[in-house]
């Protein structure tokens, strides 16, 4: 079988390059390890764990928030096998949606595991252990993450665990311990907290959200405090002992001079970040670079040192995200079809699902400061805002970062209900060169959460 255009890995970046490739008139194929197609996203990431906020927010507003509004729930109690069982329905539905598309397409669906024989030629393994080759002219490398492990923390599945199996818990945890603040940690630990859980996250960093514009992700904390989740920031996770229904874990608090210290929970969930995954990919016979972190290395055209072997998504530099790695997919595509596929990383917006939600994108105040932009701030409460009092949805502000000479926009963050929503509007604005004030003169409906 021989491809202009062969996609190892059916996440985000490759499914949406194969569609990309095929409608370019790129005789294409996919090559995926798993039964589904997807990867990440669809299968143990972006869209289960929405599926499970959002589930859990329906719980938690029976629960607290439906009786100001004079809605009397009687007898609440939680289905978890429900929830989780919707939770998988919306994962088969979107997973066999990429099915049609490739079909649609005409894209070949290669099942097994795929590896690089040379930088032509790929070898194809599938469940069965039978392999057989393929040749394509072009090669786009995108097989995705998996979750890091610490030495001292492997999962074990049951006490022990990676954001996965923190999707199909059989029993809401009685103390879940999340070892790492960052996104997945606050988004999959509040989740548990909504259904029940009592929550401690130990954070390595002095804030949660690393990344974040430091108002930001501040005020976040205090609102997830009041929400009842316990933080231990500014603690280094050191090592966990698992007893016969518990797993204590020691940790050294760096503000307190590594002072050691210990907490016990049912189950740990480790969410300390993810590594580029290119497990036997062949990449270390062929030569093919990879950084420190593991990720493989690329120029600006997403080549790596060989001219038409390309790679993309969370297998390379940048944040992992799905849109970023389907920007990348779409990128390569009409680069290797002569076009000018380019992708803009001011403009990646990323979001913490808590509630309310922070969204961000651009830069933060203290990126502007580190770099000596000259820059003006404004930032506006949704205390304020008429839409957001009617939801009784009120914490939060809306924060904008323009250039101080020119106006131009170089960041916006908001943290407030729905912000992953309305985000939107900043990325066209950055993404068009817009001032300030051309948002601030831009029609708003009102009443709305967007008029902040
Ligand atoms: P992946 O989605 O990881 O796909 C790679 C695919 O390659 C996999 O299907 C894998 O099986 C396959 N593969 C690997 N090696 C081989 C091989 N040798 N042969 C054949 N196939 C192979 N991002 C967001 O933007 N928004 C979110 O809300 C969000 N939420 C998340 C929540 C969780 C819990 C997690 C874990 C992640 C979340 N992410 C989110 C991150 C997002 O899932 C990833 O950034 C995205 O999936 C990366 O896409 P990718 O195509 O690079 O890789």
């Known amino acids: ?154 999962f074990d599945g049951k006490n022990i665990i990676s954001s996965t199996e923190a999707l199909s818990l059989e029993k809401v945890p009685k103390h879940l311990i999340v070892v790492g603040g960052g996104v997945i940690g606050l988004e999959l630990g509040s989740v548990w907290k909504r259904l029940g859980a009592k929550v401690t996250i130990i954070e390595h960093s002095d804030k949660i959200a690393a990344g974040s514009d430091t108002q930001m992700s501040t005020k976040l904390l205090q609102i997830l405090k009041k929400q009842g989740l316990e933080f231990r920031l500014a603690c280094k996770v050191t090592g966990a002992k698992v007893t016969k229904n518990e797993v204590v874990v020691s940790f050294e608090n760096t503000k307190e001079s590594n002072k050691p210290e210990e907490v016990s929970g049912d189950v740990v969930m ?8 290119s497990d036997g990919l062949g990449l270390e016979e062929l030569g093919v670079e990879k950084d420190k972190r593991g990720s493989v290395i690329i120029n600006d055209h997403f080549q790596t040192k060989y001219p038409n072997i390309y790679a993309i998504g969370d297998l390379v530099r940048g944040p992992m995200l799905a849109h970023k790695a389907e920007e990348e997919g779409v990128a390569v595509a009409e680069i290797m079809a002569g076009q000018a596929g380019h992708v803009n990383y001011l403009t990646v917006p990323s979001v913490v699902y808590t509630w309310p939600e922070l969204a961000s994108v651009g830069y933060t105040e203290e990126q502007l400061k580190e770099k000596g932009i000259d820059y003006k701030v404004g930032t506006f409460p949704f205390t304020a805002n008429g839409r957001a009092k009617a939801m009784a949805s009120t914490e939060g502000l809306c924060k904008v970062l323009a250039e101080k000479s020119t106006d131009k926009v170089l960041g916006v963050h908001i943290l407030g209900p729905r912000a992953s929503d309305m985000i939107a509007e900043a990325v066209i604005a950055m993404e068009f060169s817009a001032s300030s004030e051309d948002i601030a003169r831009t029609f708003h409906a009102h009443p709305t959460l967007s008029e902040v």
Do not use: W
């Not at 009397?72 to 069982?85: F, H, N, P, R």
């Not at 480790?270 to 995954?277: D, L, Q």
């Open 1 to 154: 079988m021989e491809f202009d255009v062969t996609i190892i890995g059916a996440g985000p970046g490759g499914y949406v390059c194969a569609i990309r490739a095929a409608q370019l008139g790129f005789k294409t194929a996919i090559i995926e390890k798993e039964k589904t197609l997807g990867g990440t996203c669809l299968n143990v990431g972006c869209i289960p764990s929405k599926a499970l906020l959002d589930s859990s927010e329906h719980y938690l507003a029976a629960k607290e928030e439906l009786a100001q509004h004079g809605v009397v729930v009687e007898k609440l109690s939680l289905d978890l096998k429900t929830l989780i069982a919707r939770k998988g329905k919306i994962v088969s539905d979107l997973t066999g949606g990429i099915d049609y598309l490739m079909k649609k397409n005409k894209i070949e669906r290669i099942n097994g595991k795929g590896k690089l024989l040379s930088a032509n030629e790929i070898e194809i393994a599938d469940n069965q252990g039978q392999k057989r080759k393929i040749t394509s002219k072009n090669i786009v490398l995108a097989t995705g993450s998996i979750p890091a492990e610490l030495p001292f923390l492997k």
């Open 270 to 277: 480790a969410c300390i970040g993810r590594r580029p995954y």
